[in-house]
């Protein structure tokens, strides 16, 4: 196999395989300073074998051991060299959709780091053999792995290079030592059988790298990871959901005192988005999210912030928005794994503002959004009248969709929609729609741009509607003391005499999750036609 010189260059296997769609986008994360890792995945495709894999050059080269690695050093072991694969698959666990190359279930084995033996490894697997001090959970000690068998002429996707390896006779050498008696998951503690019955992740290798890996839901934290959480001192890393977190100025106090008296530190929002991470993560995984920052707490003025920063962890996912105007943001965070909440809440980012488009899909929204937004001399009782006729209006058309109050003073609607349709069509629905509410109770509301113009009356804001326009999302913080959140509530609560839009927060907001489930649910599994109007 000749050795191409760049992680660009060696991926080219891997996304020949793949047909990937032309892109700019790169299909592969950077390589981290430092440490060079390692992964080996259990795959079960159409045969069982384990994928041995070194980070070299910004890529894992690869090979597919069928009776997997051994701490035995008497057994060699067959190594077929497969493609490069990108670096952001290292912490892949989950299942490739039958059909796929590589179809089955894979969970990370074993993973750690590693020294070479050679001072340029990519060299010395050109020339067919590298020695690999592993430092891992299972594996330990230098494996040796040797070219025996070239792939022949025309090998590009047919035949492949036949290696072998083997583990030397050091203080790591273990006779007779079985990697099947050792099934389980360094990464999730489950077997193949209990991530195939189970998924939480899906990879799509026909998608760019960094784009693949769909998240299936999520865990929060165990019981230990939260007193780990609570044993940290103002900083340090916090190991969840896989990854290590790096913390900071966990005792800062983000939101004044509510009614119960006790601030809110950053480490209560770091625990919040992590114990409300399968619940919150619905609606941000796939989607980039605009965050609003509240760094000194959120009794100081907050800003905007979008970009994706240099300093983020390489296991953040990441958008790249290939229409960004000249000076917009390029890079976007796209939270799609509890870890990423938690490295949210460790940036301040208080509110998470979710496009109501994917990232596969910018241009078209798979939300319809009403916003009832009050005016300084609306009550909330005005609110609620207003938010009562959407309700009619909507079960009228027969259209499904559900409220949520603020955590401010507004409630907002979300309507799901059918994939194809754009912005104009939300927008334009979604104003025709409020147009017919506004009417039967014009003493409400005022059409007015601007706020001053208002005469302090409600706006039906139809215009969020757009690309790269938010709302924040179910279960997130709004900057207020005591953190009140934006909660999902049934129709029939707004019949609720004790509703406020403010009812629920950081502190109580788990325990209601936990009796009556994430309500927004349902809609996520909605296919919706928007009726003429
Ligand atoms: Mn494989």
């Known amino acids: 196999m000749a050795e191409p010189s760049t992680a660009e260059e060696r991926l080219g296997d891997y996304r020949a395989k793949r047909d990937f769609a032309t892109t700019p986008e790169p299909q592969g994360g950077a390589a981290l300073p430092g440490a060079r890792r390692f992964v080996v995945q259990r795959h079960r495709a159409r045969a069982l074998h384990y994928d041995f894999r070194l980070e070299v050059d910004g890529v894992l080269v690869s090979w597919a051991v069928p009776k997997g690695p051994t701490l035995d050093p008497k057994v060699r072991r067959l190594a077929v060299h497969v493609e490069d694969h990108p670096i952001d698959y290292i912490d892949f666990e989950g299942v490739i959709p039958g059909g796929e190359y590589g179809g089955g279930d ?100 026909d998608a760019p790298a960094d784009a693949a890996e769909e998240r299936l839901g999520a865990d929060p934290p165990t019981a230990d990871e939260l007193v780990a959480l609570d044993a940290l001192g103002a900083k340090g890393t916090w190991a969840f959901d896989g990854v290590e977190v790096r913390l900071t100025n966990l005792d800062k106090v983000l939101f004044p005192a509510g009614d119960d008296g006790v601030p809110v530190t950053k480490r209560d929002l770091v625990r919040y988005f992590a114990v409300m991470a399968p619940a919150m993560l619905p609606y941000l995984v796939g989607r980039p999210v605009n965050q609003h920052r509240y760094p000194q707490g959120v009794d100081r003025r907050g800003f905007w912030h979008k970009e994706r920063p240099a300093h983020a962890p ?52 798979t939300w319809a959004m009403i916003d009832i937004d009050p005016g300084t001399s609306s009550t909330f009782d005005d609110v609620l009248v207003l938010a ?68 302090g009356l409600a706006r039906l804001d139809y215009t969020q ?51 009556l489930g994430d309500l927004f649910a349902p809609l996520l599994a909605v296919d919706q036609e928007l009726p003429d109007l």
Not at 342 to 352: G, I, S
Not at 465 to 471: D, E, G, Q, S, V
Not at 490 to 500: A, K, V
Request: aromatic share 8%; net charge negative.
């Open 106 to 205: 894979v969970i990370v084995w074993d993973k750690g780091t590693w020294t070479p033996g050679e001072a340029d490894p990519a060299a010395a697997i050109a020339a067919g053999e590298l020695h690999a001090e592993l430092h891992g959970t299972k594996l330990a000690g230098t494996f040796v792995l040797v070219r025996t068998k070239g792939a022949g002429r025309g090998s590009r996707g047919g035949g492949k290079e036949q290696w072998l390896l083997l583990h030397k006779r050091d203080d790591f050498a273990v006779a007779g030592w079985d990697p099947e008696e050792h099934p389980e998951s360094v990464r999730s503690g489950r077997t193949n059988d209990e991530v195939a019955a189970a998924p939480r992740a899906r990879w799509h290798s």
């Open 314 to 365: 390489d296991w953040l996912s990441r958008w790249h928005n290939d229409d960004a105007d000249p000076g917009e943001t390029e890079w976007y965070v796209v939270a799609d794994r509890p870890a990423a909440l938690a490295w949210l809440a460790n940036y301040a980012a208080v509110e998470l503002h979710p496009w109501t488009s994917t990232c596969a899909q910018p241009r078209e929204p």
């Open 388 to 455: 009562r006729l959407y309700r009619t209006a909507l079960d009228h058309l027969g259209v499904v969709g559900l409220p949520k109050v603020t955590g401010q003073r507004g409630v907002q609607i979300w309507v799901p929609v059918r994939a194809g349709y754009t912005f104009d069509d939300t927008r334009g629905w979604v104003e025709r729609l409020s147009r017919a509410v506004g009417a039967t109770v014009p003493e409400l509301v005022s059409w007015k741009w601007h706020k001053a113009d208002r005469d």
């Open 465 to 515: 509607n757009a690309i790269n326009r938010t709302l924040v999302a179910p279960y997130i913080a709004r900057p207020a003391p005591g953190a009140p959140v934006s909660m999902p509530i049934t129709w029939d609560e707004l019949d609720d005499p004790d509703l406020r839009p403010d009812r629920w927060n950081l502190r109580t907001a788990p325990a209601r999750l936990a009796e």
